[in-house]
């Protein structure tokens, strides 16, 4: 064994924290022959995609495991365009987006009813997020602020819309008070067989 007052901390922080799960690690010496750990681990909060493959993201937007089936377990919604291009075979994040990632999944874990409803996330415009809900195919158009409340509002107007306009594409919601509805492109366009 080695003192537990000469030894140094920062070695063994170091090697705890190298761990893609390792959030923080806090060390107290407790006399006279003890050092207490504790490791904060990181939460998944999403997954990020690339191209076939998919890769654990915690909520400040850094990828700790790429997916796989010991993680079936995880219900997440899936972010897409929050890599720039994989570097070695590795994911590499664009700044902007991982900012915006952040930022949005910070304002729904507020609100956790909500948040459980998204079922993908798309960040190619760090000033548009925009994003599905499970069960539904409509592409929502949030912006960059009040994700929480432009979500909630679609929800609360979605069967009115659906009313004057019943196939939707999507729904652009950064405007105040207006919203922009697209419709979906008409499937009948094949030609009928008499």
Known sequence: GQNILTIDLNIWRNRLTASPWVKDVEFRRLMPSTIQIAVSEKM???FGRVGERLYLIDEDGVVIDEH???Y????????DNLFVHLDHGQPVIDSARKK??????????RRPELLRR???IDVADP?????????DGVYLHLGNVRFAERIHQYLEMADVLREHVPEIA??????GNRVYVGPSESKSLSPTVP
């Open 127 to 135: 000033d548009d997020v925009v994003v599905l809900l499970d069960g």
């Open 100 to 109: 915006m990632h952040s930022r949005f999944i910070g304002a729904l874990e």
């Open 170 to 175: 999507y729904v652009d919601l950064r405007y």
């Open 68 to 70: 796989g089936p010991q």
């Open 72 to 79: 079936g377990d995880f219900d997440l919604p899936i972010v």
């Open 118 to 120: 998204v079922s993908q």
């Open 44 to 46: 998944p909060v999403s």
